[in-house]
């Protein structure tokens, strides 16, 4: 059976993962996979990604990550260490109770720092996607895919086109693609996770001004959302893809 679902809006199909790279520390990552509607893919995905235009032959999905973002509050990194399901330790540690909310809109060097730090734990997991997705590819897609009738591509053509696979993720800091073209406008993460997923969304004020914010059910603000994309002949592929990413031994499944 595979490891992920395409989330409904109201009931996401949630994952978490235990990621521990070669010469790192562990690090949690909470994901969940969506299709966007034609109207979102259409007004949001694509004047930011001009690239997934020439995808729409086929479906598109979006992987949601959050991240805990401690450090953005000033925890001190040693001060909660979580113990896993066998009894060893990771670096995951819980959310603060107190908000500093100078210390999460200003640029301090503790918040610079963690944001640095989260954003390259996020592009670890985006790249170790489009690899397992490549490979899921090869093995799948071996001659004419059909989508599956809840699986619409936004167009159809006369003329059939092969199968191929598109993977891009947004740099959370701009809003603009990591790896491909970029558009008349940029990718706002806290305005399309709350199209695509229920979640609050608070503003949150302080001497450094103000900014909108995810309100994580677990994390509470204390959260790094980031956004990737994956364009695919058929949701199978991007079911394959995941399970053999968290097949690999740095990734362990929590829940």
Not at 223 to 242: D, K, N
Request: proline share 7%; aromatic share 10%; net charge negative.
């Amino acid at each position: 059976m595979s490891q992920v679902s395409i989330s409904q809006r109201r009931q996401p199909a949630k994952k978490c993962a235990i990621i521990t790279p070669i010469g790192d520390a562990p690090f949690e990552v909470e994901f969940s996979v969506h299709q966007p509607s034609k109207s979102f893919r259409k007004t949001d995905i694509e004047p930011a990604f001009p690239d997934a235009i020439s995808f729409r032959h086929q479906p598109l999905f979006c992987v949601v990550t959050f991240q805990l973002a401690n450090y953005i509050f000033g925890i001190d990194s040693d001060a909660n260490i979580s113990k896993d399901a066998d009894g060893t330790s990771s670096d995951i540690q819980e959310p603060s109770n107190s908000i500093n909310t100078f210390s999460m809109i200003s640029s301090d060097d503790r918040t610079i720092g963690y944001k640095d730090v989260a954003r390259d734990r996020y592009f670890y997991f985006m790249k170790r996607l489009k690899g397992a997705c490549e490979i899921a590819m090869q093995e799948i897609c071996t001659g004419s895919v059909v989508n599956p009738p809840d699986e619409e591509p936004l167009e159809r053509d006369s003329t059939a086109q092969p199968p191929s696979l598109w993977v891009d993720w947004t740099d959370p800091a701009t809003g603009l693609p990591i790896l491909g073209q970029c558009g008349p406008t940029t990718y706002c993460e806290s305005d399309a996770i709350e199209q695509l997923m229920v979640c609050d969304i608070v503003v949150v004020a302080g001497n450094g001004g103000a900014c909108r914010m995810i309100q994580h059910e677990r994390w509470g603000v204390d959260v790094y959302p980031a956004t990737g994309f994956v364009s695919v002949p058929s949701f199978e592929v991007l079911q394959r893809g995941f399970d053999l990413l968290l097949q690999a031994p740095e990734f362990k499944i929590v829940s």
